[in-house]
């Protein structure tokens, strides 16, 4: 059996992961859908949030475990037997940072492959900063994200008040 471990932060998960996701799962026994629990960024949903979010925006398709992880990916992988890393590509600026990332992991683990997944069209635009910068703005998310983690962000910024629009960094929706 090939499995192949699609590795995020996932705040929040948005429809261009969904995508990548369903599309590795056509091509792999099991797609285990790692969610980070430590990166370096800020980030909005605690690791068990998100790992929920993720869970539900998957439920009821075949292949897919969801589970999260710290420490280096490829020790990941190996700790489950995992043979792939797929990643995601956007648009040309992900390549030079995801082909340093393949590289970095061919060093560490020579066994595990990386596959990048070119993204659908009308997914390019999509990132998981965008959709948090545009929710915490109160701009309408829901064809960006599934219905329950655009309720989510809702509730998230509810909570935040206007502390939301300070944590989540800027570039130039609010322009």
Do not use: W
Request: one cysteine or more; proline letters at 4%; charged letters at 25%.
């Amino acid at each position: 059996m090939v499995r192949a471990v699609f590795p995020g932060t996932f705040d929040p998960i948005h429809l261009g992961h969904i995508d990548i996701a369903q599309r590795a799962a056509r091509l792999f026994e099991e797609v285990v859908v790692a969610v980070y629990d430590r990166p370096l960024k800020s980030l909005l949903f605690s690791p068990e949030e998100r790992l929920d979010l993720v869970r539900r925006s998957l439920a009821g398709q075949d292949r897919f475990r969801v589970t999260g992880y710290s420490g280096l990916t490829v020790e990941f992988c190996r700790s489950i037997n995992a043979q792939v890393i797929v990643r995601g590509l956007r648009v040309f600026s992900d390549f030079e940072h995801e082909f340093r990332m393949a590289l970095a992991n061919h060093r560490l683990a020579s066994g595990i492959e990386v596959m990048a997944l070119i993204t659908s069209e009308e997914h390019t635009f999509l990132s998981s900063s965008t959709v948090r910068e545009i929710a915490s703005l109160g701009g309408d998310v829901r064809s960006m994200v599934p219905p329950h983690v655009a309720a989510a962000l809702t509730r998230r910024f509810a909570e935040l008040g206007e502390e939301g629009q300070r944590i989540v960094p800027m570039t130039s929706l609010r322009d």
